[in-house]
């Protein structure tokens, strides 16, 4: 993944002050990052629980650090300090990239991005974290698609090195060289990619998932697999990763991958993921997926 550096990366503006949409997994896990790593970030959601959440997951990840010894307790009040949560864009406009993370609705990104357009300066760089949604279609509706691209994380951000930055047609290099060099700073391994459903690591890992379906619809037992896998060397397997991923975005994810790719992703009837996500079972975001974790 080292290459030497591009001349579009010399075009990236600074990245003083950074806001993340969503305070949901994703979303407070870029805050963290963002905030450990010395970017402050404004953290905004459409409900207090949400905040309340991503804030919440921010502290116990500093407090581990305090009690290994790796941070002292005023750096630690220090980072939760430079994460500013709100419910409103007032701040916006001193905002230099934006990262959205709402859900992986592609109605609701849509809506999200216009309004943060609206709110944000005009060389302020917009970018989404969705896993799989076209960073085409998402720029559709945009003013400014120049200044858009994708960002996407993997989960959980402050463990996952990987950065995809994902090049829509419209795409800038400043936008480009901008998210590769605030990824950097952030501690991430950036890899710039064309856009298409899924980009490059859900082309690989939704199949992966779709095996998974497939054994289950089979009659495997899912504990059986995951344990298989693990032996197999994976650092878990597929039923955990989708309690760890969640299911409604798992499920909203395979079906952008299924009318992207309807040869390769499609699955016929209810999967195990349809099942778990009917019965309100969405991983360890509420405590019950395929597993249980009270
Ligand atoms: P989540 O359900 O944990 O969080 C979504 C948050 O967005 C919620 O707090 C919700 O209140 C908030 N939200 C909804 N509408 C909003 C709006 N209009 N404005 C502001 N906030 C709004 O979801 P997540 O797992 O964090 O996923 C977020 C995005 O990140 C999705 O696009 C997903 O595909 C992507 N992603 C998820 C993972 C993963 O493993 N979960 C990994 C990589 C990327």
New binding site residues.
């Given amino acids: 993944l080292k290459k030497k550096a591009k001349a579009w990366e010399k075009e990236a503006n600074d990245v003083n002050l950074a806001a993340v949409?969503?305070?949901?997994?994703?979303?407070?896990?870029v805050a963290f990052q963002s905030a450990l790593k010395g970017t402050p970030i404004i953290m905004?959601?459409?409900?207090q629980?949400?905040?309340a959440?991503?804030l919440k997951e921010a502290k116990k990840l500093l407090s581990k650090r305090v009690e290994k010894g790796k941070m002292k307790p005023d750096q630690m009040a220090d980072v939760l300090n430079s994460i500013t949560p709100t419910l409103n864009y007032g701040d916006f406009k001193n905002v230099d990239l934006v990262v959205?993370?709402?859900?992986?609705?592609p109605k609701?990104?849509d809506?999200?991005l216009r309004?943060t357009e609206d709110a944000v300066r005009e060389d302020t760089i917009l970018t989404?974290?969705?896993?799989?949604?076209s960073i085409d279609l998402l720029a559709k509706n945009l003013k400014r698609p120049e200044n858009f691209c994708g960002m996407?994380?993997?989960?959980p951000v402050h463990m996952m090195p990987l950065v995809e930055v994902i090049r829509g047609e419209k795409t800038s290099d400043r936008a480009i060289a901008t998210t590769v060099a605030y990824a950097k700073a952030m501690g991430k391994t950036p890899i710039v990619v064309n856009d298409c459903p899924g980009f490059l690591v859900n082309r690989v890992l939704f199949p992966y998932f779709g095996g998974f379906i497939g054994l289950v619809r089979d009659g495997a037992d899912f504990q059986h697999v995951d344990k298989v896998m693990e032996k197999f060397g994976w650092p878990m397997g597929p039923a955990y990763l989708l309690d760890?991923?969640?299911m409604?975005?798992?499920k909203?994810?395979g079906e952008v991958m299924a009318d992207g790719f309807p040869d390769r992703m499609k699955h016929e009837g209810t999967t195990a993921i349809d099942v778990m996500f009917d019965n309100n079972r969405y991983g360890q975001?509420n405590d019950k997926g395929f597993y249980k974790y009270e």
């Fill in positions: 949409l969503g305070a949901g997994i994703m979303g407070g896990g905004k959601d459409i409900n629980d949400g905040i959440l991503g959205e993370a709402v859900v992986e609705n609701v990104k809506a999200v309004e989404s974290n969705t896993s799989t949604i996407h994380f993997f989960n760890v991923v969640g409604d975005t798992g909203h994810a975001k």
